[in-house]
């Protein structure tokens, strides 16, 4: 919408590592663009970051380019479920979750989180108040778009115990895995066991880390080779080959070299989180911010404004000339809510903060 502060996407107003685009210059400059198959050298550089980061040790055979996240996690649908099996997600939640879902007719089930003071939960009990024979698959959110939380182990443990008790398939989404600012540590959802790595689908990608999202390309791991094969077989009727050479490349470079850039990133984001809430709390004490473990998207809490979700959006988009992606859009629990990036320069933030403040200061 022109005029107005854009803060709603998911992606960063920063440049993508000079040694990334470097790798894209380069591989524009072979001049040849036929068909490719992602080279080992690119398997190898993301075992070696998951690794790193992540202190999960993975195998080539798990290994599998796919197109992107959100046309995996529809493979992952079609490949390990039937017409009308319940997939369980917990809201507020990526909306495309849900979306995916019911377009490929399967039921969504919900298990909303709960909210522990301004601290989101899952909720384990509620996993199984859900559940029927027919539900298949839960779909993880780890890092948790949008509500800033990283899964700390003894959840996942609770989440991997109900799901292996009832054989229900994670499809664990940690397109935001290396979004963990400091102080919090993401656990790989399969790497908790040799046991819940057997029941699991992993969904990885440079995109969202190094601001390539308008490249596409993903990563899926699967450890238990029956479920590969459910998986492989779709994405291969639908997709076929692998994503384009400049996707390739570039993640191939985030991963080798992208770690000092992360890392400044990732402090830059963290500041910003800290400017934000502590700029709120000083002037507009009514809205307060979730705790911000992971993700470079701050989630609002503006119930005490008393205002309708319409009214907020109405003053967000009027007055205050900013855009946010509205709590509702979340489903279930994101109502009263608005989630706002913060992965601009600081100036742009600073602006945004003060126009809220203008715009929703009681008079
Ligand atoms: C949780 C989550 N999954 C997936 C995506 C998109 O992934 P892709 O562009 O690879 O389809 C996003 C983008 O914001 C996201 O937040």
């Not at 080959?241 to 992360?262: I, K, Q, T």
Request: a neutral charge.
């Amino acid at each position: 919408m022109p005029g107005l502060i854009p803060l709603w996407v998911a992606d960063m107003d920063f440049e993508a590592p000079p040694k990334v685009v470097h790798a894209i210059r380069a591989r524009a400059e072979h001049g040849i663009f036929g068909y490719t198959l992602e080279p080992d050298s690119w398997f190898d550089a993301a075992a070696g970051w998951l690794q790193r980061r992540h202190g999960w040790k993975v195998r080539r055979e798990w290994m599998l380019p796919s197109p992107g996240v959100i046309p995996s996690l529809v493979f992952a649908i079609l490949g390990l479920t039937e017409p009308g099996d319940g997939v369980i997600i917990q809201p507020p939640v990526y909306y495309p979750f849900s979306l995916r879902v019911s377009a490929n007719g399967r039921r969504v089930v919900e298990n909303p989180l709960r909210l522990s003071g301004t601290r989101w939960e899952m909720d384990l009990e509620g996993l199984e108040k859900v559940v029927d024979d027919r539900t298949r698959l839960l779909i993880l959110c780890s890092p948790h778009n949008p509500v800033c939380r990283v899964w700390d182990q003894a959840s996942l443990q609770g989440l991997a115990d109900f799901c292996l008790r009832r054989s229900i398939i994670v499809v664990s989404d940690e397109i935001h895995s290396d979004l963990v600012l400091p102080g919090s540590r993401h656990t790989p959802f399969a790497s908790l066991s040799s046991q819940a790595a057997a029941q699991s689908v992993t969904l990885v990608s440079a995109t969202k880390s190094f601001n390539l999202a308008g490249l596409g390309g993903s990563l899926t791991l699967i450890p238990d080779a029956g479920i590969r094969g459910r998986f492989d077989a779709v994405q291969h009727a639908i997709a076929g080959g692998p994503a384009n050479v400049f996707a390739a490349a570039a993640s191939e470079a985030a991963w080798r070299h992208g770690e000092p850039w992360l890392d400044e990133l990732l402090a830059y984001v963290q500041a910003n989180m800290r400017f934000l809430a502590g700029f709120l709390a000083e002037n507009l004490p009514q809205v307060t911010m979730a705790p911000q473990e992971g993700t470079y998207l701050a989630w609002l809490d503006m119930r005490a404004l008393r205002l309708s979700d319409d009214q907020i959006k109405a003053r967000l988009h009027g007055a205050a000339g900013i855009w946010l992606d509205e709590g509702r859009m979340f489903g279930r629990g994101g109502e009263g809510f608005q989630r706002l990036n913060v992965a601009c320069p600081r100036a742009v933030l600073a602006d945004a903060a003060e126009r809220l403040v203008r715009a929703f200061r009681p008079s």
